[in-house]
């Protein structure tokens, strides 16, 4: 029993919670925003602009910046950072982080300096390619052509091989820039570059997160020899190992003990993907229990009692941190394309929350949006597409109550459909992430799925699953314990269908799969 840390590198900011398991208390939430701290990094939305809108990089300094700025503002507030007695934490999935050395092979940090001054030399590669990038359709195919097609992938993996997931991008590099690669002596996942920044030397993959680069070989935990060669020449000297999510991977750096007053040998569990980590936030890692997260990306994800896989493609088996697997499927015109309504239509939140409850109706009166506003990975749609459709009369941006009713429907019918192989249908769904605040989504997702949504009394999902992580695998806290004090759903909030709504889906959800077909996607 103590305090643990838990940190979360998302897309857009990285967050620092402190649980305290022997009060069952969450004693400090607090982020920085990389667009508004960081402005220097040129990445409102926690990427870089580009002209092609298939190409996604983030500057990894940015997250590496932040870790400094986040642990110094918390220390200046007198955080007291000595009582951590150990850390993990999550970072966004499949983004990678390119080095020409190997983390085990350089000098400490010195406290003396900023951590950023350090790590930009050990960079061969500028910018890391993030989770949003859909531009790697060749190398996509090029891999599943080698080891025999789509289903090998799959069996091997767990998913197909998908544009986003790191092999797919690691071989775009080693394509477009042989010398880089050549030059490439280590490659991170978001998660496990932070750990290794953490205890300066090379932190292991783990199982969660390493299983959505379609490199991992689910049925053993260990990478597969068959994708790395269908992937890229020597690639499995420049992994990390792959470890279960639960290994504690080293002590703290000697740099955080003197600048930031941690202490000395605090352990640090291994990093793992922001969804795996949320699954244990959630309090969701036995099977059962749904979850619908909302943040920069929206995804579905829930425990599995077998590794199923989705005929469609679209859906993911990671490693669940808590033992056994999970399943994920995930949306890229999340908060993105709400934000993007909200903007278009001059909506604030409150005016769309009351838009959706008090203003529309279910089905909208045939007021329907495809909401692709990014490259959509499912349903794949590489190029973004906004159109309104069904009501001939609904053709311009002037109305903006059924406009917002129109995005989170489509985006709930597309949630419910795209996960129709998971198994029985959920009777109650978790919710986390920011929109899932708005009681205006949640009735959506409660019409739309025929399901009860809850949230829980504690946000961000996947910062806590770190902490509850570290007192796990550190202080032997199980997480059946700590779910009590730390994952107890709010009932003030909970919400369920109205009478009759679910059923006016049916028709809506049928149209909306016609008009994806005529897309091609
Ligand atoms: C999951 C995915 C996203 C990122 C967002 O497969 O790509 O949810 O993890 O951080």
Not at 21 to 48: H, I, M, W
Not at 177 to 202: C, I, M, N, W
Not at 261 to 290: C, H, I, Q, R, Y
Not at 453 to 479: D, H, K, T
Request: charged share 20%; aromatic share 8%; with cysteine.
């Amino acid at each position: 029993m103590g305090l643990y840390l838990g940190l979360d590198s998302s897309t857009q900011s990285l967050s620092a919670m402190v649980i305290d398991t022997t009060e069952g208390r969450v004693l400090l939430d607090q982020s920085v925003n990389f667009g508004k701290a960081l402005p220097e990094y040129a990445s409102p939305s926690g990427f870089l602009a580009h002209e092609d809108p298939q190409i996604k990089h983030a500057n990894p300094l940015m997250w590496v910046a932040a870790l400094d700025l986040l642990l110094g503002n918390l220390k200046a507030a007198g955080t007291d950072f000595s009582k951590i007695e150990g850390i993990s934490g999550a970072g966004q999935q499949h983004g990678s982080v390119y080095l020409a050395k190997r983390l085990d092979e350089v000098p400490a940090w010195d406290a003396s300096q900023d951590l950023v001054s350090q790590v930009r030399p050990l960079l061969s590669r500028a910018t890391s390619p993030i989770w949003m990038d859909s531009s790697t359709s060749a190398q996509c195919r090029a891999i599943a052509d080698a080891v025999g097609g789509d289903a090998r992938v799959v069996s091997i993996s767990g998913s197909r091989a998908v544009e986003r997931f790191t092999g797919p991008q690691i071989r775009a590099f080693y394509e477009r820039d042989p010398q880089g690669y050549a030059e490439t002596r280590e490659v991170h996942l978001v998660s496990s570059f932070l750990a290794s920044v953490l205890v300066g030397k090379t932190a292991p993959i783990d199982h969660g997160d390493g299983a959505g680069m379609n490199l991992l070989e689910l049925a053993s935990g260990t990478w597969s020899p068959e994708l790395l060669t269908a992937t890229a020449p020597g690639l499995a000297e420049r992994l990390p190992p792959a470890v279960p999510s639960r290994t504690i991977v080293g002590e703290l750096s000697g740099y955080f003990v003197r600048k930031y007053g941690f202490k000395a040998g605090t352990p640090v569990v291994a990093f793992t993907g922001d969804n795996p980590s949320s699954l244990v936030g959630m309090g969701a890692t036995e099977p059962g229990t749904a979850v619908v997260s909302m943040g920069t990306s929206d995804t579905v994800f829930a425990a599995m009692r077998q590794p199923l896989t989705d005929p469609r493609g679209f859906g993911h088996v990671f490693g669940n941190p808590g033992g056994g697997f999970m399943c994920l499927i995930c949306f890229a015109n999340g908060s993105l394309a709400r934000e993007k309504v909200a903007e278009r239509t001059g909506l604030t939140w409150e005016a769309f929350e009351r838009a959706i409850l008090q203003e529309t109706e279910p089905g909208n009166q045939g007021n329907w949006l495809l909401p692709f506003f990014i490259p959509e990975m499912t349903p794949k749609v590489l190029s973004p597409k906004v159109e309104l459709f069904g009501n001939p009369q609904f053709t311009a941006w002037e109305q903006p109550a059924a406009l917002a009713r129109a995005i989170v429907e489509a985006q709930a019918l597309s949630m419910q459909r795209h996960s129709d192989w998971i198994g029985e249908q959920p009777k109650v769904i978790r919710v986390t992430g920011g929109a899932s605040r708005n009681r205006g989504i949640r009735q959506v997702l409660a019409d739309v799925f025929g399901a009860e949504i809850r949230s829980l009394s504690v946000g961000n999902s996947s910062a806590l699953g770190a902490a509850l992580r570290a007192a796990e695998a550190v202080g032997s806290v199980p997480f059946p314990r700590l779910y009590e004090a730390f994952a107890a759903t709010d009932d003030a909030s909970s919400v369920t269908p109205r009478i009759g709504a679910t059923e006016v889906y049916g028709d809506l959800r049928q149209k909306l799969v016609e008009r994806l077909a005529a897309l091609g996607a």
